[in-house]
């Protein structure tokens, strides 16, 4: 069996990670080489983790989603300070917000709503999701292990309305 690798040799340049720095709240990239603002992640980042981040702010999110819409998979799980961060990006596809705690179903909603190309996503113990209203035709995998609020209607209901799981 071929394990493969989460990022491929060829993409290794297009990858930024960043996990368990805890003291990070925000994020500046002051290389203007690769863009002309100071916030967004360089257009040759495709992929971020900044998983554990635990001090990230629901508006450092959005700031980033918003000054850099090339991201295709990002990473947020254990980011426990995040309740209400408004993502919208058009190339999103991969997003982690595994133990994401303080996610309530009208952040999810949102997401969904305003980030048409997810097509996997892990909200694994996001404790406070109970009836996200999920509506994709791009979506092929989402998780949600351990929320223990999400009731069977919710599913249902996401079956029926995600044509690609």
Same mark, same amino acid.
């Given at each position: ?6 990022? @491929? !040799?060829?993409?290794?340049?297009? +990858? ?7 003291? !990070? =709240? ?5 290389? /203007?080489?690769? +863009? ?11 992929? &971020? ?15 980033? +989603?918003?000054? /850099? ?12 300070? !995040? ?5 919208? =990006?058009?190339? &999103? ?11 309530? @179903? ?5 997401? +969904? ?15 406070? &999701? =109970? ?17 223990? !609020? ?5 599913? =249902? ?7 690609? &799981?």
């Amino acid at each position: 069996v071929h394990i493969k690798s989460p990022i @491929d !040799l060829e993409d290794w340049n297009r +990858f930024l990670s960043l996990p368990f720095c805890h003291t !990070l =709240s925000s994020v500046r990239f002051t290389n /203007s080489v690769f +863009f002309s603002s100071p916030f967004p992640v360089p257009q040759h980042i495709s992929t &971020l983790n900044l998983s554990c981040c635990t001090y990230l702010t629901d508006e450092t999110v959005t700031q980033l +989603f918003s000054a /850099s819409p090339h991201l295709k998979v990002v990473d947020l799980s254990f980011c426990w300070q !995040l309740a209400h961060p408004r993502i919208v =990006s058009a190339s &999103l596809e991969r997003l982690v917000l595994e133990q994401c705690n303080g996610l309530t @179903d009208d952040c999810i909603s949102y997401l +969904f709503k305003h980030c048409t190309a997810l097509s996997e996503v892990d909200l694994s113990s996001c404790s406070q &999701l =109970s009836a996200p209203f999920i509506r994709s035709k791009s979506l092929s995998a989402i998780s949600l292990n351990h929320c223990i !609020l999400v009731t069977e209607k919710t599913v =249902s209901d996401m079956m029926t309305h995600c044509s690609a &799981l």
